[in-house]
């Protein structure tokens, strides 16, 4: 199967500021998604990107996937953005989705 | 919210107890994901269903079965139960043709 390596491990930020997370492939992935599990436990979908650039309010993601990564933008940071960032994708044509370990951000006023 | 539940959502057991997790969806969809959430090792894949009575093995699918006899209805069963799967479990679905996971809350499962 792929690898998923993330990085930053762990990320503190003063709120307000901008911060990049990046997730990097062992392979191609056709279905790259990235996840933000809240400090509750719960996992919510962010983004689908296998490809492209999309953007929803603060947050935004890129994937290139020729070079096999992608980034999550955060911008003007806010507490309830605190948690665990994850991303996953599945290779070739099997349904097996594969979690990098997660990026730990913290949000300070 | 996707229509999915996972119960119970808490449990405690002892070594060499059957367990069995229920993960039930009210949408139809086709996909079906156990995970186990461990620190440091991010979500694993436990098993995964891609149809009623259709399902395949993940990476860590060692001491554990599941069926699917119900499209709604997605069980994880561990056979006996060990301290190495105490964990946090999720179920995950994916509709046919969809590209997104939705996740349910959790079941919290601890092994003495």
């Known amino acids: 199967g792929i690898q998923v390596e993330q990085s930053p491990p762990d990320l503190i930020l003063q709120e307000g500021a901008n911060s990049t997370l990046r997730c990097n492939f062992s392979?191609?992935?056709?279905?790259l998604q990235w996840f933000h599990q809240n400090p509750w436990g719960q996992l919510i979908n962010l983004f689908y990107?296998?490809?492209g650039t999309k953007q929803n309010g603060r947050l935004s993601a890129t994937t290139v996937a020729t070079e096999r990564y992608s980034l999550l933008y955060i911008s003007s940071s806010q507490t309830t953005d605190s948690g665990v960032y994850f991303c996953?994708?599945?290779?070739?044509?099997?349904?097996?989705?594969?979690f990098g370990i997660g990026t730990k951000l913290q949000v300070i006023p | 919210d996707a229509g999915i539940t996972q119960s119970p959502r808490h449990k405690v057991t002892e070594t060499g107890t059957p367990v069995t997790l229920r993960c039930h969806q009210t949408?139809?969809?086709?996909?079906m994901y156990w995970y186990r959430q461990d620190p440091g090792h991010g979500l694993r894949l436990i098993h995964y269903?891609?149809?009623?009575?259709?399902?395949d093995k993940g990476e860590v699918s060692d001491g554990y079965s599941v069926s699917r006899s119900k499209t709604e209805d997605f069980l994880l069963t561990l056979e006996s139960a060990t301290s190495s799967q105490t964990s946090v479990y999720f179920c995950?679905?994916?509709?046919?043709?969809?590209?997104?996971?939705?996740f349910g809350p959790g079941t919290r499962l601890l092994v003495l």
């Open positions: 269903s891609y149809g009623v009575k259709d399902t």
């Open positions: 392979d191609s992935v056709n279905n």
């Open positions: 990107i296998p490809s």
């Open positions: 949408e139809n969809h086709r996909y």
């Open positions: 995950a679905i994916r509709g046919q043709g969809g590209e997104t996971q939705y």
């Open positions: 996953a994708g599945m290779s070739g044509g099997y349904q097996k989705v594969t």
